[in-house]
T-cell receptor
Protein backbone atom coordinates (compact mmCIF):
# COMPACT_ATOMS: atom_id res chain seq x y z
CA UNK A 1 0.00 0.00 0.00
CA UNK A 2 1.56 3.29 -1.07
CA UNK A 3 -0.97 5.62 0.50
CA UNK A 4 -0.60 7.86 3.54
CA UNK A 5 -0.29 5.70 6.62
CA UNK A 6 -1.24 6.78 10.14
CA UNK A 7 -0.91 5.03 13.45
CA UNK A 8 -2.31 4.27 15.84
CA UNK A 9 -5.74 4.32 14.28
CA UNK A 10 -7.40 4.63 17.64
CA UNK A 11 -6.14 5.87 20.98
CA UNK A 12 -8.00 6.17 24.26
CA UNK A 13 -6.12 8.04 26.94
CA UNK A 14 -6.76 9.56 30.33
CA UNK A 15 -6.85 13.30 30.71
CA UNK A 16 -3.43 14.66 31.45
CA UNK A 17 -1.51 11.96 29.60
CA UNK A 18 0.66 12.58 26.55
CA UNK A 19 -0.06 10.97 23.19
CA UNK A 20 1.89 10.76 19.96
CA UNK A 21 0.62 10.03 16.47
CA UNK A 22 2.77 9.05 13.52
CA UNK A 23 2.24 9.74 9.84
CA UNK A 24 4.10 8.17 6.93
CA UNK A 25 3.36 10.17 3.79
CA UNK A 26 3.42 8.93 0.24
CA UNK A 27 7.07 8.56 -0.66
CA UNK A 28 8.59 11.53 -2.50
CA UNK A 29 5.82 13.85 -1.35
CA UNK A 30 7.63 16.83 0.07
CA UNK A 31 4.58 18.45 1.69
CA UNK A 32 2.89 16.99 4.76
CA UNK A 33 -0.15 18.38 6.53
CA UNK A 34 -1.92 17.76 9.82
CA UNK A 35 -5.63 18.45 10.22
CA UNK A 36 -8.08 17.90 13.06
CA UNK A 37 -11.70 16.91 12.58
CA UNK A 38 -14.50 16.72 15.13
CA UNK A 39 -17.88 15.09 14.58
CA UNK A 40 -20.10 17.00 12.20
CA UNK A 41 -17.35 19.36 11.09
CA UNK A 42 -14.96 19.58 8.20
CA UNK A 43 -11.24 19.13 8.83
CA UNK A 44 -9.41 22.11 10.36
CA UNK A 45 -5.85 22.91 9.41
CA UNK A 46 -3.22 22.50 12.13
CA UNK A 47 0.19 22.71 10.48
CA UNK A 48 2.21 21.79 7.43
CA UNK A 49 5.78 20.89 6.52
CA UNK A 50 7.76 21.26 3.36
CA UNK A 51 10.42 18.61 3.71
CA UNK A 52 11.66 18.99 7.30
CA UNK A 53 10.69 22.64 7.68
CA UNK A 54 7.48 23.50 9.52
CA UNK A 55 6.24 26.42 7.45
CA UNK A 56 2.88 27.25 8.95
CA UNK A 57 1.02 26.63 12.19
CA UNK A 58 -2.60 27.35 12.95
CA UNK A 59 -3.69 29.19 16.08
CA UNK A 60 -5.48 25.93 16.91
CA UNK A 61 -2.08 24.43 17.60
CA UNK A 62 -1.65 25.39 21.24
CA UNK A 63 1.64 25.06 23.08
CA UNK A 64 0.57 21.57 24.19
CA UNK A 65 0.80 20.44 20.57
CA UNK A 66 4.06 19.85 18.78
CA UNK A 67 4.73 18.40 15.36
CA UNK A 68 8.00 17.29 13.85
CA UNK A 69 9.26 15.92 10.59
CA UNK A 70 12.92 15.33 11.42
CA UNK A 71 14.20 13.92 8.14
CA UNK A 72 11.57 15.18 5.80
CA UNK A 73 9.88 11.79 5.65
CA UNK A 74 7.57 10.64 8.45
CA UNK A 75 6.03 13.08 10.90
CA UNK A 76 4.85 12.91 14.49
CA UNK A 77 2.18 14.93 16.26
CA UNK A 78 2.45 14.99 20.03
CA UNK A 79 -0.21 16.27 22.40
CA UNK A 80 0.93 16.90 25.95
CA UNK A 81 -1.34 17.00 29.00
CA UNK A 82 -4.36 15.96 26.98
CA UNK A 83 -7.75 17.52 27.66
CA UNK A 84 -11.20 16.22 26.82
CA UNK A 85 -11.50 18.91 24.16
CA UNK A 86 -8.62 17.27 22.31
CA UNK A 87 -10.88 14.33 21.44
CA UNK A 88 -11.06 14.31 17.65
CA UNK A 89 -9.76 12.58 14.56
CA UNK A 90 -6.28 13.71 13.58
CA UNK A 91 -5.72 13.52 9.85
CA UNK A 92 -2.43 13.55 8.02
CA UNK A 93 -2.12 14.34 4.33
CA UNK A 94 0.66 14.72 1.80
CA UNK A 95 1.15 16.26 -1.60
CA UNK A 96 4.00 16.36 -4.09
CA UNK A 97 4.08 20.12 -4.54
CA UNK A 98 2.09 23.24 -3.67
CA UNK A 99 -1.50 22.07 -3.47
CA UNK A 100 -3.06 24.67 -5.70
CA UNK A 101 -4.23 22.65 -8.65
CA UNK A 102 -2.57 19.50 -7.36
CA UNK A 103 -3.83 16.57 -5.41
CA UNK A 104 -3.58 16.21 -1.65
CA UNK A 105 -3.96 12.70 -0.28
CA UNK A 106 -5.28 11.94 3.19
CA UNK A 107 -4.54 9.07 5.49
CA UNK A 108 -7.27 7.17 7.30
CA UNK A 109 -6.88 9.26 10.44
CA UNK A 110 -6.09 8.64 14.08
CA UNK A 111 -9.01 8.79 16.47
CA UNK A 112 -8.23 10.22 19.90
CA UNK A 113 -10.61 9.84 22.82
CA UNK A 114 -9.65 11.56 26.06
CA UNK A 115 -11.53 10.25 29.09
CA UNK B 1 -13.51 32.19 10.14
CA UNK B 2 -15.34 29.70 7.95
CA UNK B 3 -14.53 30.61 4.37
CA UNK B 4 -16.50 27.87 2.64
CA UNK B 5 -20.19 27.29 3.21
CA UNK B 6 -21.83 24.08 2.12
CA UNK B 7 -25.53 23.50 1.68
CA UNK B 8 -27.52 21.63 2.55
CA UNK B 9 -25.86 20.38 5.72
CA UNK B 10 -27.98 17.20 5.73
CA UNK B 11 -29.75 15.47 2.85
CA UNK B 12 -31.81 12.28 2.99
CA UNK B 13 -33.22 11.00 -0.28
CA UNK B 14 -34.55 7.84 -1.88
CA UNK B 15 -32.55 5.69 -4.25
CA UNK B 16 -32.88 6.92 -7.82
CA UNK B 17 -33.36 10.59 -6.98
CA UNK B 18 -31.08 13.37 -8.16
CA UNK B 19 -29.42 15.87 -5.84
CA UNK B 20 -27.16 18.90 -5.86
CA UNK B 21 -24.77 20.04 -3.14
CA UNK B 22 -23.45 23.60 -3.11
CA UNK B 23 -20.20 25.10 -1.92
CA UNK B 24 -19.98 28.88 -1.70
CA UNK B 25 -17.37 31.37 -0.65
CA UNK B 26 -16.62 35.07 -0.76
CA UNK B 27 -13.00 34.19 -1.49
CA UNK B 28 -11.41 33.27 -4.80
CA UNK B 29 -9.60 29.95 -4.89
CA UNK B 30 -7.00 28.69 -7.34
CA UNK B 31 -8.58 25.26 -7.22
CA UNK B 32 -11.34 23.47 -5.44
CA UNK B 33 -11.48 19.86 -4.45
CA UNK B 34 -14.39 17.59 -3.54
CA UNK B 35 -13.96 14.71 -1.12
CA UNK B 36 -16.17 11.93 0.14
CA UNK B 37 -15.67 10.64 3.65
CA UNK B 38 -17.12 7.58 5.37
CA UNK B 39 -17.38 7.26 9.16
CA UNK B 40 -14.05 6.62 10.82
CA UNK B 41 -12.09 7.06 7.61
CA UNK B 42 -10.10 9.87 6.03
CA UNK B 43 -11.49 11.95 3.15
CA UNK B 44 -11.09 10.42 -0.31
CA UNK B 45 -10.54 12.80 -3.21
CA UNK B 46 -13.24 12.75 -5.89
CA UNK B 47 -12.15 15.58 -8.17
CA UNK B 48 -10.10 18.76 -8.46
CA UNK B 49 -11.41 21.68 -10.50
CA UNK B 50 -9.03 24.44 -11.50
CA UNK B 51 -10.49 26.59 -14.26
CA UNK B 52 -13.41 28.97 -13.76
CA UNK B 53 -16.50 27.52 -15.44
CA UNK B 54 -14.96 24.05 -15.57
CA UNK B 55 -17.28 21.05 -15.56
CA UNK B 56 -16.04 17.57 -14.75
CA UNK B 57 -18.00 14.34 -14.87
CA UNK B 58 -17.22 11.23 -12.90
CA UNK B 59 -19.80 8.58 -13.83
CA UNK B 60 -23.03 9.80 -12.15
CA UNK B 61 -21.30 12.76 -10.48
CA UNK B 62 -20.98 16.16 -12.16
CA UNK B 63 -18.79 18.88 -10.66
CA UNK B 64 -18.81 22.51 -11.65
CA UNK B 65 -16.48 25.35 -10.69
CA UNK B 66 -18.02 28.81 -10.81
CA UNK B 67 -16.79 31.32 -13.37
CA UNK B 68 -15.38 33.53 -10.62
CA UNK B 69 -13.79 30.54 -8.84
CA UNK B 70 -15.69 31.32 -5.67
CA UNK B 71 -18.26 28.55 -5.72
CA UNK B 72 -18.82 25.00 -6.85
CA UNK B 73 -21.53 22.40 -7.07
CA UNK B 74 -21.75 18.64 -7.05
CA UNK B 75 -24.69 16.99 -8.81
CA UNK B 76 -25.44 13.29 -8.40
CA UNK B 77 -27.78 11.59 -10.83
CA UNK B 78 -29.82 8.55 -9.83
CA UNK B 79 -28.34 8.32 -6.35
CA UNK B 80 -27.55 4.90 -4.92
CA UNK B 81 -27.16 3.75 -1.29
CA UNK B 82 -23.43 3.43 -1.93
CA UNK B 83 -23.30 7.21 -2.42
CA UNK B 84 -24.09 7.69 1.27
CA UNK B 85 -21.37 9.65 3.02
CA UNK B 86 -20.05 13.06 4.03
CA UNK B 87 -19.24 15.22 1.01
CA UNK B 88 -16.64 17.91 1.64
CA UNK B 89 -15.51 20.75 -0.56
CA UNK B 90 -12.10 22.30 0.02
CA UNK B 91 -10.47 25.34 -1.51
CA UNK B 92 -6.78 25.76 -2.22
CA UNK B 93 -4.62 28.76 -2.99
CA UNK B 94 -7.17 31.23 -1.71
CA UNK B 95 -6.67 34.79 -0.57
CA UNK B 96 -6.21 33.74 3.03
CA UNK B 97 -5.71 30.01 2.77
CA UNK B 98 -2.27 30.17 1.21
CA UNK B 99 -0.75 26.73 1.14
CA UNK B 100 -3.48 24.99 3.11
CA UNK B 101 -6.79 23.46 2.13
CA UNK B 102 -9.79 25.21 3.64
CA UNK B 103 -12.74 22.88 4.13
CA UNK B 104 -16.44 23.43 4.28
CA UNK B 105 -18.41 21.79 7.08
CA UNK B 106 -19.66 19.06 4.77
CA UNK B 107 -22.96 17.71 3.51
CA UNK B 108 -24.10 14.46 5.08
CA UNK B 109 -25.90 12.50 2.37
CA UNK B 110 -28.06 9.48 3.13
CA UNK B 111 -29.52 7.51 0.24
CA UNK B 112 -32.25 5.15 1.36
CA UNK B 113 -32.90 1.95 -0.60
Amino acid sequence: DTGVSQNPRHKITKRGQNVTFRCDPISEHNRLYWYRQTLGQGPEFLTYFQNEAQLEKSRLLSDRFSAERPKGSFSTLEIQRTEQGDSAMYLCASSPSPISGNTIYFGEGSWLTVV
Amino acid sequence: TQLLEQSPQFLSIQEGENLTVYCNSSSVFSSLQWYRQEPGEGPVLLVTVVTGGEVKKLKRLTFQFGDARKDSSLHITAAQPGDTGLYLCAGAGGETSGSRLTFGEGTQLTVNP
